[in-house]
């Protein structure tokens, strides 16, 4: 899935990725499943976390921050290893243990969101510290790159005639692509991908001291949360998953599900922002769709110049409606920002949708640092590369996807493809196709995910599905309740936007009564929509 923002500071905040486990051998260390030997990892589950006061001039004084130390490379746990960036909140109340939170993604880093929305979670302080930490290749661990563009040169790959008339061209742009991002991300793109920041995240849960992980996790936070249960069973405690992704279908299929979701997002606001004079496109709804696909086409083929001698394209702005409409409270922010764009040629206002939250003069040619050098430390904040979301985002999704179509394939099929998803959206489908070929040139992802993340014997986990999600479609709620099996508890949201933690009393309660008390809702249980929920402030 995409990476989410976070609807109360929309310059500030990113989307979050967060990990889970892996076993191994040694006195009090976790094991597999898996009958086969394991590499010993007991120095790193043995390691303890210094904490601190975080660094930089507006992070929270309560929150502290320390780093815990993974393998690169879980088979050769002498072959490398990386530092893993942390940051908690210490408990209030009464403590039974840590935990861990991921704000969805994959591709954000989770110090710098927990830092800027720590007032939601303060109530779950009652009971534990709260805890979140950049996953491997993303924030300061190990962060990584694709250069000066977050596609590596290939975001019109789908989005133009042009890739119709000359299907060869689109694979040579494809392989470069993939190329750019491994020159500029360092060995961590070898070892990246939900298994292994699942493997990651049973450390961190062995190093804060907890037998077993209590969690929360959002959109791709619930593909995290799968993996770990179905790779450390016996460690599962409290955990709760809102907004629930796919375990089994393709990218492919993933794609066309997100550009129509996001397509009624955006006749949503369109309908919205109509009614109101200061709207950039007009009074009529249907005129409103249409200028808003022109401005994408136009921009396309002619790029806004931005402040700092960058190029802000059509493709760039689908990238910020599709962070934007995840929140209806977003809008009258987005609607400004369209407004700026339209009228002003000023791109500064949809950038920072487009970029998670990020300041970033220019995108195409501002000031992106190079990724660090690959030792594996964390790196400071302000080297962190500026197309680190997306670039963390599209190899952690290739690299949980096996499927990887041939040459042959994309040449043949790229038309009809290309049909499926601009009916679908004619907004976000191209946007969408071409993520999903940006998995050409890369290795074949892992089929663990989808054959081995089933039918899990742990406690009870939370579910939480929204009626409205434009991003992750109630029924992958149903489908992955079913698939993980007797432990999963459905809680059935009727409201509108991407997961209802932040929005609903109701799934707020519900979630911090499971969590703090283990009090579990019944399932297929719900929360109905509330007063003033669907509508805009």
């Known amino acids: 899935?995409?990476?989410?923002?976070?609807?109360?500071?929309?310059?500030?905040?990113?989307?979050?990725?967060?990990?889970?486990?892996?076993?191994?051998?040694?006195?009090?260390?976790?094991?597999?499943?898996?009958?086969?030997?394991?590499?010993?990892?007991?120095?790193?589950?043995?390691?303890?976390?210094?904490?601190?006061?975080?660094?930089?001039?507006?992070?929270?004084?309560?929150?502290?921050?320390?780093?815990?130390?993974?393998?690169?490379?879980?088979?050769?746990?002498?072959?490398?290893?990386?530092?893993?960036?942390?940051?908690?909140?210490?408990?209030?109340?009464?403590?039974?243990?840590?935990?861990?939170?991921?704000f969805g993604g994959p591709g954000g880093p989770g110090v710098s969101e927990l830092a800027h929305s720590g007032d939601d979670f303060m109530g779950l302080t009652d009971g534990y510290d709260v805890v979140s930490f950049d996953p491997r290749g993303v924030g300061r661990s190990s962060p990584v790159s694709c250069g000066d563009s977050p596609y590596a040169g290939a975001e019109l790959t789908a989005g133009t005639d042009e890739t119709l008339r000359d299907p060869n061209a689109v694979l040579k742009q494809l392989k470069q692509a993939a190329d750019e991002c491994a020159k500029h991300s360092g060995p961590v793109l070898r070892h990246i991908g939900t298994v292994n920041v699942s493997r990651d995240m049973d450390v961190i849960r062995q190093v804060l001291g907890d037998d077993k992980l209590n969690y929360l996790?959002?959109?791709?936070?619930?593909?995290?949360?799968?993996?770990?249960?179905?790779?450390?069973?016996?460690?599962?405690?409290?955990?709760?998953?809102?907004?629930?992704?796919?375990?089994?279908?393709?990218?492919?299929?993933?794609?066309?599900?997100?550009?129509?979701?996001?397509?009624?997002?955006?006749?949503?606001?369109?309908r919205w922002c109509v009614k109101d004079v200061a709207c950039p496109f007009g009074e009529d709804a249907r005129g409103a769709r249409e200028e808003v696909v022109r401005l994408v086409r136009s921009m396309d083929e002619d790029p806004v110049p931005t402040a700092f001698s960058g190029e802000f394209t059509g493709q760039d702005l689908v990238g910020a409606l599709s962070q934007a409409l995840y929140s209806r409270q977003m809008w009258p922010s987005?609607?400004?920002?369209?407004?700026?764009?339209?009228?002003?040629?000023?791109?500064?206002?949809?950038?920072?949708?487009?970029?998670?939250?990020?300041?970033?003069?220019?995108?195409?040619?501002?000031?992106?640092?190079?990724?660090?050098?690959?030792?594996?430390?964390?790196?400071?904040?302000?080297n962190v590369p500026l197309d680190n979301l997306p670039a963390a985002l599209m190899a952690v999704n290739c690299a949980d996807d096996p499927d990887r179509p041939t040459a042959r394939q994309i040449t043949r099929n790229l038309g009809r493809l290309r049909a499926t998803y601009e009916e679908a959206s004619p907004v976000f489908g191209p946007f969408r196709l071409t993520q999903v070929l940006l998995c050409y040139g890369r290795p074949k992802g892992t089929d663990f995910i989808r054959n081995e993340v089933k039918d899990v014997d742990t406690a009870k986990m939370l579910l939480v599905g929204t009626r409205g999600d434009p991003a992750t479609p109630y029924r992958w709620t149903v489908q992955t309740a079913k698939r993980l099996g007797p432990s999963a508890v459905v809680l059935d949201n009727k409201g509108e936007g991407h997961t209802a933690y932040m929005s609903s009393k109701c799934v707020r309660g519900k979630v911090d009564d499971f969590l703090l008390y283990g009090t579990l809702p019944p399932n297929g249980s719900s929360c109905g929509p509330e007063d003033g929920a669907g509508a805009a402030p």
């Open 217 to 270: 996790g959002f959109s791709y936070g619930s593909r995290l949360g799968a993996v770990y249960a179905a790779q450390f069973p016996e460690k599962v405690g409290r955990m709760a998953m809102d907004g629930v992704d796919t375990l089994t279908e393709s990218l492919a299929k993933q794609g066309v599900a997100g550009a129509a979701g996001q397509q009624t997002a955006l006749n949503d606001f369109i």
């Open 334 to 382: 987005l609607e400004r920002a369209l407004a700026s764009l339209v009228e002003d040629g000023d791109t500064r206002g949809v950038e920072a949708f487009a970029t998670g939250g990020m300041a970033i003069p220019g995108l195409r040619h501002g000031r992106q640092e190079t990724s660090p050098s690959g030792d594996g430390g964390l790196v400071d904040q302000e």
């Open 1 to 102: 899935m995409l990476a989410k923002l976070s609807p109360r500071r929309t310059v500030r905040r990113h989307a979050v990725a967060g990990a889970v486990g892996l076993a191994m051998l040694g006195a009090g260390v976790p094991t597999t499943a898996t009958d086969d030997p394991q590499p010993d990892l007991t120095r790193f589950y043995r390691q303890k976390v210094v904490w601190k006061k975080c660094e930089g001039g507006t992070t929270p004084r309560d929150l502290q921050c320390g780093k815990v130390t993974v393998p690169l490379d879980y088979a050769r746990p002498g072959a490398g290893t990386l530092d893993l960036a942390l940051a908690r909140y210490r408990a209030s109340g009464d403590k039974r243990g840590s935990l861990l939170l991921n």
